[in-house]
């Protein structure tokens, strides 16, 4: 009989509702060994096998409220200490619960996201961030950058890279043999045969030739087509057009996961939702799946 999977789940802003739905995730009951990372006053009222407290900023006469900065350094903390349990072994797999990423600026963690940072932490590996449900993959090839800047990021090297960790992920993790990879245009129409911008000829065509993928296919199109089962993944030039797609088709139930590092990690696909803390109206959908697919990837991957 194999041992429960080891989770690692950090509690993100103490300001938003991670713990509230890291709570409802594990009242629900879950298969798996978990450790909870956060700040004293968010792990203190959920159970768990094991509790890591990463700071507090309770006052001397009584709770108060986090400022940005603190909240920003305790969930920081966390990340890291996440991901040093992940590089030592002593975990499977992370589950990282929303952040601020002006808070975490604030503290002094200088990073567009938990993707970056977790390269960095990892020793600088190539990552790219993928959103998931059961009806579609996404894969970015640009994140949180302005959209002025996209084609500047967009460059050949670049699309092959993340397209080839991409592959290799869903190999390994997700037990695709030969993964079907589509590449998304920039442009609308694909370009039009450079009516509407050069990048397909000049980047994304030679990109995708190198990765033997298709395309690069119109953004109107491409996503319906891999919903419909004839790609395993779609790799997305720009943030919003690959989180618009995961959305509209799974909203509530997509995870984030990155791919390329050498430990598994998943997120929710949403924000801290600061403004309904302690309403009710938290859904804890997405951090079920995020929690559920970390156990299935780390089950899949101690077996192979």
């Known amino acids: 009989m194999t041992r429960p999977s080891r989770l690692a789940i950090t509690l993100g802003d103490p300001r938003g509702i991670g713990p509230e739905i890291t709570a409802a995730v594990l009242a629900a009951g879950v ?55 992940a590089l030592a072994g002593e975990v499977d797999a992370i589950v990282t619960a929303p952040v601020e990423k002006h808070a975490l600026h604030l503290a002094g963690f200088p990073y567009p996201g938990h993707t970056e940072w977790l390269a960095h932490l990892a020793g600088g590996c190539d990552v790219a961030m993928m959103l998931a449900s059961d009806k579609l993959r996404v ?46 245009a920039l442009n609308p129409h694909a370009g039009e045969q450079g009516l509407f911008g050069d990048e397909e000829a000049r980047i994304l065509t030679p990109a995708a030739e190198r990765l033997g993928a298709a395309g690069p296919l119109a953004a109107d199109t491409v996503f319906v087509r891999a919903m419909r089962g004839e790609f395993d993944v779609v790799l997305a030039p720009y943030h919003d057009v690959g989180m618009t797609a995961i959305k509209v088709a799974s909203f509530g139930s997509g995870v984030n996961v990155t791919l390329g590092l050498p430990f ?28 559920q697919l970390a156990i299935d990837l780390a089950s899949r991957s101690s077996t192979r």
């Open 139 to 184: 894969v970015l090839v640009t994140t949180h950058v302005a959209f002025r800047d996209v084609p500047l990021l967009l460059t050949v090297d670049r699309i092959v890279r993340t397209g080839n960790v991409t592959r290799a992920a869903l190999q390994r993790h997700f037990a695709i043999a030969e993964p079907r990879l589509a590449l998304c």
């Open 31 to 85: 298969n798996a060994e978990i450790t909870l990372i956060g700040a004293r006053e968010q792990i203190a009222g959920i159970p768990a096998d094991h509790r890591i407290p990463t700071g507090s900023w309770r006052g001397n006469e009584g709770p108060v409220p986090p400022s940005a900065a603190e909240a920003g350094l305790v969930s920081g903390r966390a990340i890291e200490h996440a991901a040093r349990l």
């Open 264 to 291: 598994i990690r998943t997120s929710p696909d949403h924000g801290t939702a600061a403004a309904i803390v302690g309403t009710g109206r938290a859904d804890p959908s997405s951090m079920r799946a995020a929690v």
